[in-house]
């Protein structure tokens, strides 16, 4: 028997060389755990983790939606206008757990060796990322939901159109939820990705919830420039009374899109902060 040293080892763990009676070859390690599974565990440990600080992040994200919709209340003047501020104000909930918390938490736990917790682990890195991201964005459901229904009632918009979030959350969130972790990730420090985030969420709340006729030119086009605006136009675009579905469709299409590349992102950058 033969210790083997621990850079030939699957995954880098340390382990013995067992030699069989024969003079056969050594018993191999098992495999490393695969995606979908690891994708799963990681989720309900940051659920368990997150479900602490549920509450309250409900709360403020919720409460901070609805204040917006009140006090757009007297300034809006059309219907169109009214549906731009309701979906804005739904998808900001996203934003500020998505984007804004998702990178406060990658930021930290990168800054406290965390993520060496996680590279010990045999689970691959995009489930680590994906994991996390899921969990943070279920917590958004709720309060969305509530969201946009306390908005369809104050401005006297059709409620019919709830389900469409069961779409836009998940869409709007990856895209989102990616650039968050990739912002904490890279970022040097804990306070820069906690800045950064505040940024995003700030950006997501101004670009999303202002009516856009009311923008200028150049304002507009950053506004095409963020992700989450097309999770908004993609639920403001259902309060018609004959919606354009396949214009809907595309708006999806574009936040699935940028999911998968921030979420890529967020992965590869996962894999740089772990072997520093």
């Known amino acids: 028997m033969s210790v083997v040293p621990a850079e030939v080892l699957p995954g880098g763990a340390l382990g013995v060389e067992e030699t069989a009676p024969g003079g056969g070859a050594a018993a191999e390690l098992g495999p490393r755990a695969r ?89 691959p890195p995009a489930s680590v990322v994906l994991g996390a991201a899921a969990a943070y964005a279920s917590f958004t459901v709720p309060g969305t939901l509530v969201t946009a229904a306390f908005g369809c009632v104050l401005f006297g918009l059709p409620l019919g159109n709830l389900w469409i979030l069961v779409a836009v959350i998940p869409l709007a969130g990856a895209a989102l939820a ?50 989450s605006t097309y999770g908004v136009e993609a639920y403001a675009r259902t309060f018609g009374a004959h919606p354009d579905w396949a214009v809907v469709l595309v708006d999806l299409g574009v936040c699935a899109g940028v999911g998968v590349v921030s979420l890529a992102v967020a992965t590869w950058a996962y894999r740089r902060a772990a072997v520093r």
């Not at 990178?103 to 736990?109: D, E, I, K, N, S």
């Not at 820069?192 to 200028?216: E, H, I, K, N, W």
């Open 35 to 123: 995606l979908w599974p690891s994708l799963a565990a990681v989720y309900r440990a940051q659920l368990s983790r997150a479900r602490v600080a549920r509450i309250p992040l409900l709360f403020v994200a919720t409460f901070q939606s609805v204040g917006i919709m009140i006090m757009m209340r007297g300034v809006v003047d059309s219907r169109g206008e009214a549906q731009s501020v309701v979906a804005g104000s739904s998808v900001v909930v996203v934003a500020y757990v998505a984007l804004n918390l998702l990178a406060q938490y990658f930021g930290q736990l990168r800054a406290s060796g965390g993520l060496d917790h996680y590279a010990t682990l045999p689970v």
């Open 178 to 227: 990616g650039l968050g972790a990739a912002c904490g990730l890279l970022a040097p420090r804990p306070e820069l990705a906690t800045l950064l985030g505040q940024l995003g969420m700030s950006a997501a709340l101004l670009l999303g919830v202002l009516p856009p006729d009311r923008m200028p030119g150049i304002i507009r086009l950053a506004r095409d420039l963020l992700p």
